[in-house]
């Protein structure tokens, strides 16, 4: 059966390299740690959206290290 492979953010945030040409990429006004709260908050929102509508999700968390902000 086929079904979803999500990682978890572990270091989501703004990414100073890849900024000048990812137009969807917005410097975070309320801080770091806000953002990634919110990115973990979007994140469970998806996996429970996926399962609610019967799909295998499979969620692996992400490591600090290195980091992968975007």
Do not use: H, K, S, Y
Not at 9 to 29: D, I, S
Not at 56 to 64: E, F, G, H, K, S
């Amino acid at each position: 059966m086929a079904g979803v492979l999500m990682i978890r953010p572990a270091a989501f945030g703004w990414n100073e390299e890849t900024a000048a040409t990812n137009t969807c990429q917005n410097r975070p006004r309320e801080g770091a740690a806000a953002a990634q709260a919110a990115a973990r908050r979007e994140f469970m929102g998806m996996v429970r959206a996926l399962r609610d509508r019967g799909g295998p999700v499979r969620v692996v968390a992400d490591t600090l290290a290195p980091a992968r902000p975007d």
